[in-house]
Nanobody
Framework: QVQLVESGGGLVQPGGSLRLSCAASGFTLSTYAMSWYRQAPGMERELVASISSTGGSTNYADPVKGRFTISRDNTKNTVYLQMNSLKPEDTAVYYC??????????WGQGTQVTVSS
């Protein structure tokens, strides 16, 4: 059974940090490009960051550049999103996404991140 399970979300004050994890099972994570998306209430889901299957290439949305870092450990079937200098506008549900050309893509169930004082 294919699963992507996010964890690490929570409530944090502005300027704080969180590290999200996305644990994969049921498929070979190392052959998939991975991304983190987020969706705030009333807004469309948006791409936050992505990483190639080997980890050699990363991309970030402009609002998070310099603050967020995506990484992966293929030996642990896990992808991470380190979020620093968090702002209230980062509040959203964060989703993990696995994609591979020619294959079915997968979404996690999401983890809530709330940035508030």
């Amino acid at each position: 059974q294919v699963q992507l399970v996010e964890s690490g979300g929570g409530l944090v004050q502005p300027g704080g940090s969180l590290r999200l994890s996305c644990a994969a099972s049921g498929f070979t994570l190392s052959t998939y490009a991975m991304s983190w998306y987020r969706q705030a209430p009333g807004m469309e889901r948006e791409l936050v960051a992505s990483i190639s299957s080997t980890g050699g290439s990363t991309n970030y949305a402009d609002p998070v550049k310099g603050r967020f870092t995506i990484s992966r450990d293929n030996t642990k079937n896990t992808v991470y999103l380190q979020m620093n200098s968090l702002k209230p506008e980062d509040t959203a549900v964060y989703y993990c996404y696995a994609a591979k050309r020619g294959y079915v893509s997968y979404w996690g169930q999401g983890t809530q991140v709330t940035v508030s004082s």
